[in-house]
């Protein structure tokens, strides 16, 4: 299928060929009829992309210090290398789209294959000939078509933010509402607030869009004596609300809106202006400036829109997926009509030829793409044959994420023995991004295509968390060798289930990504502390910074919690510088405050030969401190490694120090997977450390929350 897309380091935006993505359970696939552009929006991002990388940096100094922060952690050549795979990742553009539900994914009850639907979302309802669209980001459109068409529907968006800024004026019958800004949003607002009986009054730049609100039924003015046509439309009263739906960095519109309101009125940034506020007018009328955030409650809650939970109506009438029902239900009343917002049309096939409309002087409003509907519902896109050479590992790959992406596919390049076959992401997008970037004959949104093929006899698994351990039978069934990102399994049913079919006979070869005993460091420190043949006692420090609440692997569900989907990790290190998994955990949390809960604990770790080891894991710190630092007492000997860039090695009063660019063993533990597979070698971790690591996980997980210390 064709998607717009925007590369934002070349600043070239592309029409791309990708699959037609796969819908997951809350999801409808949705064959697109049209998808409106927001200029302001959709603009400022062509712009961004098109700055230099100091302009990118000047325009976005937050990221800027981040990437200085990892710098300092990881170096710089690692910094860069991460900054522009981020940027090479193409961003979808587009979020205000309508078509008709082609299939579903379970978990759909109320929508049907077939039914006519406006979409809304940023990475969900984007300019692509199928899109991929959660339950609560979806609004049915009336059964029969005339009533409410497509084109039409493709406004519900940008309809819903103007109706949640309308509707945080909290205004009443027969108010005088002003709008500032008569941008396609300002057209928008303007006609809601008619709609719902209030006086509009419209204020704008360009004497264009003035007139086009006149054509619609609103009085309307220019900027220049906008404060005299004000003072004379409420009869020197003022304004009870204003909506701002202006795009500048200017603060002209705060400072007009404090002069043309009433006291005691009500103001509302929908649009993003300078936000410079002239204390002494909004203070002598006493005046309420609110932001709007969008098109309702539920925006930017992962929970509402990926997970598809609804606020209780009785507490939260208007969501954002009601907000966008009820224009679809304006638009079918003719309370509303947006057909007189449309400037220009584009096929999908030259939607590139609006993004160069938007970005120049030409005027313009509604520009709509259009979509032919003829193309079939592919998902999997070729690119070249594949090589099928005797004796190699050939590599198909579920997951094409940020890991893929920027660590584990950049490892692999030029490895002897491998040859990448396959690539499967859900979207689609991102496995034809990376597919010909990485030299995969093929992409696909099917996972299925994978399993089936059977050229392909090793799997890669680097999805979600709660996806790895069904995908790892899957594999096990088709026959095909795993290598599965940590971890393994998120419950011990699944982690037994992956057991018994290794234990099978003629049981395909596992192993998992346990990356760090792989390091270029880890094999001297392992000699030094095993020639001592004795317990040992280490301490693990992990500063592993904040994540964001809604983040997926904070998720009990997808990502099954710190604990157990990433100091997994660090509890294998400490075990293969033991030679054994441990056979007790105990684990303690700091007590939650929004930063730790269970992302910040320690835990204890007891092993059969009488070994200790400590993990303090923690994201209540600051991350300009490096990320990791081991040390290992043991007979005489002391180990210090730090960040897998300085190993210092010390015993009978002398010290060795080992130094190097960081390497966390991502490409040396593939040379393994590679070898055990084309010669027979063992598997690159033993069984008993791979199975074993995973029960700890678990076990200490059961610590944490029972508060008692947990045998393996």
């Known amino acids: ?41 959709e603009r400022n991002l062509v712009e961004f992309a098109n700055k230099s990388l100091l302009g990118k940096a000047a325009a976005r100094p937050d990221l800027l210090r981040q990437a200085l922060d990892k710098a300092r952690r990881e170096g710089p050549l690692t910094t860069l290398n991460a900054a522009l795979g981020r940027l090479n990742e193409p961003m979808p553009l587009g979020y205000s789209s309508a078509g008709v539900i082609v299939e579903l994914g379970a978990g759909m009850d109320g929508f049907r294959v077939g039914q006519a639907v406006a979409c809304a979302g940023g990475g969900y309802a984007v300019h692509a000939e199928y899109v991929l669209v959660p339950r609560n980001l979806l609004a049915a459109l009336p059964d029969r078509a005339t009533i409410v068409k497509a084109e039409a529907a493709a406004f519900s968006t940008l309809g819903a933010i103007a109706l949640h800024g309308f509707r945080l004026a909290e205004v009443q019958l027969g108010a005088r509402v002003a709008v500032i800004g008569l941008g396609l949003l300002g057209q928008l607002a ?142 079918a009343t003719g309370a509303l009509e947006v057909e007189s917002l449309i400037s220009h049309r584009f096929p999908i096939e030259e939607g590139i030829k609006a993004y160069d409309l938007i970005r120049s002087d030409q005027p313009f409003m509604g520009v709509l793409i259009t979509y032919p509907g003829k193309s079939k519902p592919a998902k999997t896109v070729d690119y070249h044959a594949p090589q099928a050479h005797p004796g190699s590992v050939r590599l198909g790959v579920l997951g094409a994420g940020n890991f893929a992406r920027n660590t584990l596919l950049p490892a692999l390049k030029g490895l002897p023995n491998l040859e990448l076959v396959g690539i499967a992401s859900a979207s689609g997008r991102a496995a034809a991004d990376l597919a010909p970037r990485f030299g ?104 592993a910074g904040t994540l964001p609440p809604e983040h997926w692997l904070r998720d009990p569900q997808q990502g099954g919690g710190r604990l157990i989907g990433e100091a997994c990790h660090f509890i294998d290190f400490l075990s293969f510088l033991v030679g054994a998994p441990p056979i007790s955990a105990f684990a303690q949390a700091l007590p939650a405050d929004g930063a730790a809960g269970e992302d910040s604990f320690l835990l204890q770790l007891r092993y059969l030969d ?38 210092t090695l010390t015993t009978d009063g002398r010290t060795q120090r080992l130094k190097q660019r960081q390497d966390k063993g991502h490409r040396a533990a593939w040379v393994a997977f590679i070898r055990a597979l084309t010669e027979g070698a063992p598997p690159p971790i033993p069984y008993q450390h791979l199975f074993g690591v995973s029960r700890a996980a678990l076990a200490a997980q059961t610590s944490l929350r029972s508060g008692k210390l947990e045998n393996i």
């Open 1 to 41: 299928m064709k998607q717009l897309l925007q590369n934002l380091r070349t600043g070239k935006t592309q029409l791309a060929d990708v699959p037609v993505p796969t819908p997951a359970a809350g999801f409808a696939l949705v064959r697109t009829s049209a998808s409106l552009l927001s200029a302001g929006t």
């Open 190 to 331: 303007a006609s809601i607030a008619a709609a719902a009986g209030c006086q509009v009054f419209g204020v704008d730049l360009n004497p264009e869009r003035v007139k086009l609100a006149k054509q619609r039924g609103i009085h309307a003015a220019k900027r220049q004596g906008a404060e005299k046509a004000a003072a004379a439309f409420t009869q020197h009263q003022g304004f009870d609300a204003i909506l701002i739906c202006a795009d500048t960095d200017s603060s002209d519109p705060v400072e007009l809106a404090g002069e043309i309101a009433r006291e005691r009125a009500v103001v509302v940034a929908l649009g993003a202006v300078g936000l410079h506020v002239p204390r002494r007018t909004y203070y002598a009328k006493e005046l309420r400036l609110l932001v709007s955030r969008s098109y309702g409650p539920g925006r930017y809650d992962s929970s509402y829109e990926e997970a598809g939970f609804d606020y209780p109506i009785g507490y939260v009438r208007w969501t954002e997926g009601r907000n966008l029902a009820a224009f679809v239900d304006l638009l």
């Open 440 to 543: 995969f004959a093929y992409a696909t949104s099917d996972e299925a295509r994978i399993l089936k093929d059977k050229s392909i006899n090793a799997v890669a698994i680097l999805t979600r968390h709660h996806l790895h351990a069904a995908q790892a039978l899957a594999a096990f069934k088709a026959g095909k060798a795993v290598y599965c990102e940590k971890p393994l399994a998120l419950n011990a049913k699944e982690l037994a289930s992956i057991e018994k079919a290794v234990a099978a006979k003629g049981a395909p070869l596992l192993t998992v990504g346990f990356n760090r005993r792989f390091a270029p460091l880890a094999a001297p420190l392992h000699e030094f502390i095993r020639a001592a043949n004795a317990p040992l006692t280490a301490q693990y420090r992990v500063n």
């Open 610 to 647: 009488g070994s200790l080891a400590s993990l303090s894991y923690l994201a209540n710190g600051d991350r300009a401190l490096p990320k990791e630092q081991l040390e290992v007492f043991t007979a005489g000997r002391v180990a210090q490694l730090d960040d897998f860039r300085n190993l």
